[in-house]
């Protein structure tokens, strides 16, 4: 059971250029999220799908984009990466079917740097 | 807006000694709320929920509603529990969403 898969770890573009980068989770959870963390300013969220097909925006959506591919699978998407979106990229999951109860499930994340 | 605040970055303590890691939320009503920990180069990783009353690891957090926190303490802390702490209540009316406070790094000193 490999929980939630980022890929890839580490990443180093240059300002303008595009990437996408992969969530998968096997835990059968409806909900997936992108956050991004920062020193000093603990995650924020980018943006989240609480089920196959929707997406919404979060804290700071701008610069952004992602898709909810199919249940398993949520990518976040850089168009034309800026020197700001420097940070450490997270994708969690979580199953909101038992209600409030339950926690995320996090990924190992991927450290981003652009230059 | 709804806030969550952990007024400090960093914590230190000494092996043995009691420790409290402090999150205060800013609205009324009655969200969810987790605290989360990283170790460090591992990955975030749920560490108690309110609503389980769980002791995890030695740590309780304790609802506060009058005073709106969520304190995380351990009443003896040993080595291994320095690592980041992030306090997170649900967003009002939507427990979907999550907002993370800053975090708290506790260090644990011999």
């Known amino acids: 059971n490999a929980g939630v898969t980022q890929t890839p770890k580490f990443q180093v573009l240059k300002t303008g250029q595009s990437m996408t980068l992969q969530c998968a989770q096997d835990?059968?959870?409806?909900?997936m999220y992108w956050y991004r963390q920062d020193p000093g300013m603990g995650l924020r969220l980018i943006y989240y799908?609480?089920?196959?097909?929707?997406?919404d925006k979060g804290e700071v959506p701008n610069g952004y984009n992602v898709s909810r591919l199919n249940k398993r699978e949520f990518s976040l998407r850089l168009e034309s990466a800026a020197p700001s979106q420097t940070s450490v990229y997270f994708c969690?999951?979580?199953?909101?079917?038992?209600?409030?109860?339950?926690?995320?499930?996090f990924g190992s994340g991927t450290r981003l740097t652009v230059v | 807006a709804q806030r969550v605040t952990q007024p400090e970055k960093l914590l230190s303590v000494f092996k043995g000694a009691p420790v409290e890691l402090k999150c205060n939320y800013s609205?009324?009503?009655?969200?969810?709320l987790f605290w989360y920990v990283q170790y460090s180069r591992q990955r975030l990783q749920l560490l108690l929920r309110?609503?389980s009353r769980e002791s995890i690891k030695g740590f309780t957090a304790d609802l506060n509603k009058g005073e709106t926190s969520f304190h995380l303490k351990k009443p003896f802390a040993q080595e291994e529990d320095s690592a980041m702490y992030y306090c997170?209540?649900?967003?009002?009316?939507?427990?979907?969403?999550?907002?993370f406070g800053s975090g708290t790094k506790l260090n644990v000193k011999p």
């Open positions: 969690a999951s979580r199953d909101p079917g038992g209600g409030a109860n339950y926690g995320y499930t």
């Open positions: 997170a209540p649900s967003l009002l009316g939507n427990f979907n969403k999550f907002y």
């Open positions: 309110h609503i």
């Open positions: 799908s609480a089920s196959e097909g929707t997406t």
């Open positions: 835990m059968n959870h409806n909900s």
């Open positions: 609205y009324s009503g009655s969200p969810e």
